[in-house]
């Protein structure tokens, strides 16, 4: 479903030229999988969701990436979007000015269209915000107010699911989805990634630092990544691993 | 030729960023015309003014020019859209009584190499009064927007609080905004908060909103309307409010030029 083939990345920085993230990633996520990613700090993790989001300044200057049987890399953002990429965010936006309904409203009618299909109308969108809020055991009221405006870290987190539950994507890429969360929280969350992304039409990059979302949202496969490379892919048995014996054991191994 | 010494200059604090040039055809008694509005004790009025240039009014100035008596405990409320003319300029001169109050919710949009205005004065003549003023800018080519808001606070007028808010959305680079807030007070009871502020479009906020699937220019549409939405915001008037907030968004649609 997703394949990253040798993929060099870097950081365009102020004073011209740029700083090397990814070094030759390569990492293949198929149809039905929940592909995990853990690495240390600075290993590339959020630059590789960032790449694979299309934001500006992240610069390929190598490799492939193949998603759905496109060329990725040639997408504009919201035209990856609208082929069926979502992007969670480790840090959610806030847009003051703009309700969480007026944006995703425009955002699914956006796709839609992009896809060919007729746009929703507001009774059926209210509704399906609802089922998603609920899912997600998130007050309707928050889906009225701005965009992540005066929202708790835990809350960003689980409007960010909302926002997936309601634009329904093929593939999530979720950076860190678990941080400042809190257990209780973390289950909630982890329950709505399983009901909204465990189908064998769909798959998931799930970003993270620490096992615990894994006890809630089981990988099928983790990986390793580290100095912007993929170093070791195993089973779920990897994270647990990690967990155990720390990044630098494990890495020693590979 | 006595009457070329009437025209305004930049010299003037009062047309300090404006565009002179754009009054060289105009008759100098132009600036001498004046609307006058007289609010009476305990009276409300409101207004929307709509300075968007018809097709007769390309290039030259399109000017609006309003003295606003205010009673005791009298209201006023302007909306206000200036995006017209090559100079598009709106001055309005507040007067106020004991306990009266005056709101302004003000937007100048332009492009090109047009300069649009809204100059104000306050003159908080008795004690007790309130303004409150906000203005929002957007711009974009070499479009230039000004908001020149001077209050001026007798010795006499405790408890005045006058309140200034203008902010700046350049869309492209070479835009530019001026805010020139101006004030003499010579009471010492009272509030006049004012701020200013200039920036372009929250670049993380675009990529947010891209990420979700939306296009370039749905996002701008959405983000530009989310702050003009400030200038609206405290008018009491629905309808106005929402008169103002259509009218300035139309113009922003056509804006292709």
Known sequence: MLQIDNLHAEIASENGGGKKILD???LTVNAGEVHAIMGPNGAGKS?????????????VTEGSVIFRGQDLLAMDPHERAAAGLFLGFQYPVEIPGVSNIQFLREALNAQRRA???EAMTGGDFLKLAKEKAGLL?????????NVNVGFSGGEKKRAEMVQMGILDPAFAVLDETDSGLDIDALRVVGDGINAIMRNPEKGVLLITHYQRLLDVVQPDRVSILSKGRIVKTGGPELATDLEREGYDAVMADA | MPEAALLPTNRDEAWRYSDIGALQDTAPDTFEAWEDVRVAEGETWSDLIVLDGGADKDGGLEMR???IVLEKNARAELAALVAGGQLGRLEVVVTLAEGAHFELGGITLGGG???????????HEKP?????QTVRSVHWGKGTGNFLGRIDVVRDAQKTDAAQSFKGLLLEKGASVNSVPQLEIYADDVQCAHGASVGQLDESARFYMAARGLPPE????LLVQAFIGDATRELADEATREALLEKALTKLDERGA
Not at chain 1, 47 to 59: C, F, K, N, Q, S
Not at chain 2, 113 to 123: K, Q
Not at chain 2, 128 to 132: D, E, H, L, Q, V
């Open chain 1, 115 to 117: 896809r060919g299909e």
């Open chain 1, 47 to 59: 630059t590789l969701a960032y790449v694979l989001g299309g934001r500006p300044g992240y610069e």
């Open chain 2, 128 to 132: 007790g009064a309130t303004s409150n």
């Open chain 1, 24 to 26: 030759g990633l390569t």
């Open chain 2, 218 to 221: 749905t996002i701008r549409r």
């Open chain 2, 65 to 67: 020019r309003l003295r």
């Open chain 1, 137 to 145: 055991k998130l007050d309707m009221e928050m889906l009225k107010r």
């Open chain 2, 113 to 123: 190499d047009t300069t649009r205005e809204i100059v104000t004065r306050m003159a």
